[in-house]
């Protein structure tokens, strides 16, 4: 069992950066491929950054956005910058076994849900 906390949430202005942290409680945090996804009011949740043996991006976020993890300290990092009014929106981290699996970009596929974090960029 896994259980997931997200923090760094916040208000913002466009342009501006924020980090969100996601804190797993359990054993075996480095067993876990980490996943962050997004859903904005009246639409579905989608995808944002995974961490496996590589770091994947949608491509709505690639270069603005930095998934990372330490497993000393069981945390998997979001670093957000050059935000935009379309980032808004509640942010969730996700853990899942899937280490050798190419579905780490849909929700399914993951385990362990955390409560979200809102992101409001103001434009």
């Known amino acids: 069992q896994v259980q997931l906390v997200e923090s760094g949430g916040g208000l913002v202005q466009a342009g501006g950066s924020l980090r969100l942290s996601c804190a797993a409680s359990?054993?075996?945090?480095?067993?876990?491929?980490m996943g962050w996804f997004r859903q904005a009011p009246g639409k579905g949740r989608e995808f944002v950054a995974a961490?496996?043996?590589?770091?994947y991006y949608a491509d709505s976020v690639k270069g603005r956005f930095t998934i990372s993890r330490d497993n000393a300290k069981n945390t998997v990092y979001l670093q957000m910058s050059s935000l935009k009014p379309e980032d808004t929106a509640v942010y969730y981290c996700?853990?899942?076994?899937?280490?050798?699996?190419?579905?780490?970009?849909?929700?399914?596929?993951?385990?362990?849900w955390g409560q979200g974090t809102q992101v409001t960029v103001s434009s």
């Open positions: 359990g054993r075996s945090f480095s067993s876990y491929v």
């Open positions: 961490m496996t043996w590589s770091t």
């Open positions: 996700a853990a899942g076994l899937l280490y050798g699996r190419s579905d780490y970009y849909t929700p399914v596929a993951y385990d362990y």
